[in-house]
């Protein structure tokens, strides 16, 4: 036995695997499928990371066990490559983004293609590809003809370091996601998507499948979906009225005041009534270079401007409030203006003081003059006409129900989640299939010219005024109108990167379809995706958006189910040495390659899988790394101690069904380091027995293969097992084997534990209690005393009862 090469081993089988396309998914319909799927990465100037590892060999695990299940296995895999990050850096270094992006995916590939992951590589895609993104234009454009994109004027999220237009999902606390840098607020024209028409079928759409807990609740609260009432505020002596969205319409009698937005259309159309329009034009200039965490905060000193000329008069009070600016409410947020109820919200309160304006109780409790009385889930209304003295679950349908009889408001359902923003002002992205002519207006582009591809330039970089650079391309944009063959100008926005993500694994199904996004019969076998895994960042807007466009495309018949992902789960980060998330600033950053290098791929992907409870966060540890690699080699010092038999022994038959059964469930579980915690405990025992047979050992192979695939195929063919060990049968297990036949038996003297005996499962009562009296602990309790009664259950429990 010669000592275990990893480098020699590792890519002699990856040249087999590749030679013999051992993992190529057929279209073979007549054969059990299971489609697993994991995110396609960015390919990225830094290559992989072990996140990456973490993340794809879950579910390489789960396809190499499919595959000797006899399933026909698609596992592929692609590159989501237009975005900011790669023309962030094409800029930097003045390299094309098409150039930078190919040497990623070189890169990349070769990664991938080294940890020797088992990827049918002949369904490669690229959303960059022509081939690949005229079927994403093609969806734009139904969803175009259908009514749900479309061009709107509004104030945008615009990034001040990447120049470019955010939607609502791609930034938090005022902070872009890519860059970190302060999102302002831009007036501009801006393609949306209307995904909240898709809202209630997203939500119901999650009692049909199989996702973790967590990320159901993740899309539920994204989603924020609630019940309550729109209600018209009237403008005092005009017809103009104020909307306002509340599921709280019990308390309405409380309202004291109205706050609006500053970008409010009605300031615009009273301008020449409202006395102080200097001074609210002052103030939506400040409130505009505002981040919006800094605008909605709730920690922070409330600034605003009564609006002096106009008033609102409550619609069931009929007393006439005031109406102020402030910046603390946005139009992207319900109506873009709020009633306000400080005796029982904390930020009314503290404007209303601010401010000296009244604050009228209408649920009792508290002093509401000191502090805002926010505990008003229950309770009884006071202040409030007629629904003075009923309970709150009872005040909100009756006002509602008053609402709806005198036309000034309607029970209305109202969803958190936005339209999605669905442009960016960047070259590197897909271009928007639509052209405007002077007399045909918005025209989308004919299906026969798609794919609209990008004109091939050298300077691409962003512009500060909020427009794609593309727009500075006059022989490009310059075109001609489809319609009436008179002069047009492309749209110069780009889509965002989301948009080749929302529906990548259809095209897996058919990736080389030049007629269709995909054949109707490969989608109806392969669809929906059986096994989803992918990062929990990822839970909200990708998943988000890829389910609202498969649920479209199956409204138009273009897809055979109505979700795309049947089970979805997620894996926790892997974090560096020093328990904190890796970053290359910390100097904690763990490069897959190193770790091949060192060690080869078999002992990265076992520890990887090893490291800890998969949906957790784990840290890296070297010592964990170096205990697995101990384990493979001594796998493979195993192979001196095989004999010639292809029959279990009698030693090791308990050991091998419980180990088969434990490590079957434990994979399919996710609890891969269960499994492999039970793998290295059969090891011990072989070591402990001397010899194993070639049937234990064989066994024993298959079982770690999906981890370790290398070094097993390789054992394989050492001892002489038939063909290859990716083209065995999985091991099973004989149920009645994997029970213990000896126990360890507590047992019970007038039922408190006085020591414990090892019994054969099935032993009858006066065995256990010849058992229990050799026992020192358990005979001292007994001696001198009579037993008066002995419950007895085999393989249970043994309770002597003594005087």
Request: charged letters at 25%; hydrophobic letters at 35%.
């Amino acid at each position: 036995m010669e000592r275990y090469n990893h480098e020699k081993v590792e890519k002699k089988w990856q040249q087999i695997w590749e030679d013999t396309n051992a993992f190529k998914a057929e279209d073979n319909f007549d054969k059990p499928k299971f489609y697993g799927l994991v995110e396609f990465p960015y390919p990225s100037g830094v290559g992989l990371h072990v996140g990456h590892v973490r993340a794809y060999t879950s579910l390489e695990v789960i396809a190499r066990k499919r595959r000797m299940q006899g399933y026909n296995v698609l596992f592929p895999i692609g590159f989501d490559a237009y975005g900011l990050p790669t023309e962030n850096y094409a800029i930097k270094t003045g390299q094309h983004p098409r150039k930078v992006t190919d040497r990623n995916i070189e890169v990349f590939t070769q990664q991938l293609k080294s940890i020797g992951y088992s990827f049918d590589w002949d369904r490669v895609i690229d959303t960059t590809d022509p081939d690949y993104f005229k079927w994403t234009q093609w969806i734009f454009l139904q969803m175009y003809k259908h009514g749900l994109a479309y061009k709107d004027h509004t104030y945008v999220n615009f990034c001040t370091h990447c120049k470019v237009v955010l939607s609502n999902e791609d930034f938090r606390d005022g902070k872009c996601d890519r860059c970190g840098s302060d999102v302002i607020q831009m007036e501009k024209d801006v393609w949306f998507l209307k995904i909240r028409d898709y809202a209630e079928k997203l939500l119901k759409g999650l009692d049909d499948v199989d996702y973790l807990p967590r990320i159901k609740t993740e899309q539920k609260n994204w989603i924020g979906k609630s019940i309550g009432a729109e209600i018209d505020f009237k403008i005092k002596d005009h017809e103009e009225k104020l909307k306002v969205f509340t599921t709280r319409a019990d308390t309405l009698f409380g309202v004291t005041f109205m706050v609006i937005a500053p970008e409010h259309p009605i300031i615009e159309k009273l301008s020449s009534e409202i006395l102080n329009m200097d001074e609210i034009l002052d103030y939506k200039k400040e409130a505009q270079h505002k981040t919006e965490f800094e605008r909605v905060q709730l920690v922070k000193d409330k600034t605003g401007v009564k609006i002096n000329g106009i008033t609102a008069i409550n619609p069931v009070s009929g007393k006439e409030i005031p109406i102020f600016v402030a910046d603390y409410v946005m139009m992207g947020y319900g109506t873009g203006a709020i009633m306000a109820v400080p005796a029982h919200d904390t930020r009314d309160w503290d404007f209303a003081k601010k401010f000296d304006l009244p604050i009228i109780e209408v649920i009792s409790g508290g002093n509401v003059q000191e502090e805002a009385f926010t505990d008003v889930s229950s309770g009884t209304l006071v202040n409030s006409d007629f629904l003075n003295g009923l309970e709150v679950k009872e005040a909100i349908p009756t006002m509602i129900q008053y609402l709806e009889e005198h036309h000034i408001g309607k029970k209305t359902i109202n969803y958190k989640m936005k339209n999605w923003a669905f442009n960016r002002q960047r070259y590197w992205g897909e271009p928007i299939p639509i052209v405007y002519c002077e007399h045909c207006g918005t025209v989308p582009v004919p299906e026969k010219d798609l794919p609209v591809e990008l004109p091939k330039v050298t300077h691409y970089e962003p512009t500060d005024t909020g427009e794609s650079p593309l727009a500075d391309i006059p022989e490009w944009v310059n075109t001609t109108c489809p319609v009436c063959g008179g002069p047009a100008k492309r749209e110069t926005d780009t889509m965002p990167q989301w948009a080749g993500s929302s529906w990548y694994f259809l095209r897996y199904t058919d990736p080389h379809n030049t007629e269709a996004l995909a054949d109707m019969d490969k989608m109806k076998y392969w669809l929906p995706v059986d096994w989803y895994n992918g990062g929990m960042e990822h839970v909200t807007r990708h998943l988000l958006y890829s389910r609202f466009w498969h649920q479209f495309l199956y409204d138009i018949g273009a897809v055979p189910t109505k979700e795309p992902y049947k089970k979805r789960t997620a894996q926790g980060l892997i974090l560096g040495s020093d328990g904190e998330k890796m970053s290359k600033s910390k100097g904690n950053v763990v490069n897959p390659n190193d770790i091949i290098n060192e060690y080869g791929a078999d002992a990265l992907r076992t520890y990887i899988m090893f490291i800890g409870d998969y949906e957790k966060p784990a840290p890296w540890s070297e010592n964990g790394l170096k205990g697995c690699n101990r384990f493979l080699e001594r796998v493979w010092r195993l192979q001196d101690s095989v004999i010639d038999k292809n029959v279990y022994s009698d030693a090791l038959e308990g050991d091998m069904h419980k180990t088969i059964k434990k490590v079957s469930e434990d994979y399919e579980a996710m609890k891969y380091n269960t499994a492999i915690a039970a793998l290295m405990s059969l090891l011990n025992r072989f070591t402990e027995v001397g010899t194993v047979t070639k049937a234990e050992f064989g066994d024993f192979l298959k079982l770690l293969y999906p981890v370790a695939p290398h070094m097993t195929e390789e054992l394989w063919e050492i001892i002489g097992q038939p063909g290859m060990l990716h083209q065995a049968s999985w091991p099973t297990f004989d149920e009645e084997k994997t029970i213990d036949n000896i126990i360890e038996m507590a047992v019970q003297i007038n039922g408190k534990v006085r020591g414990k005996i090892q019994i054969a499962i099935d032993a009858d009562q006066e065995t256990a209690h010849n058992m229990a009296l050799q026992n020192d602990n358990i005979n001292k309790f007994i001696q001198n005393k009579q037993i008066v009664k002995e419950i007895y259950r085999p393989g249970k429990i043994y309770n002597i009862v003594v005087k």
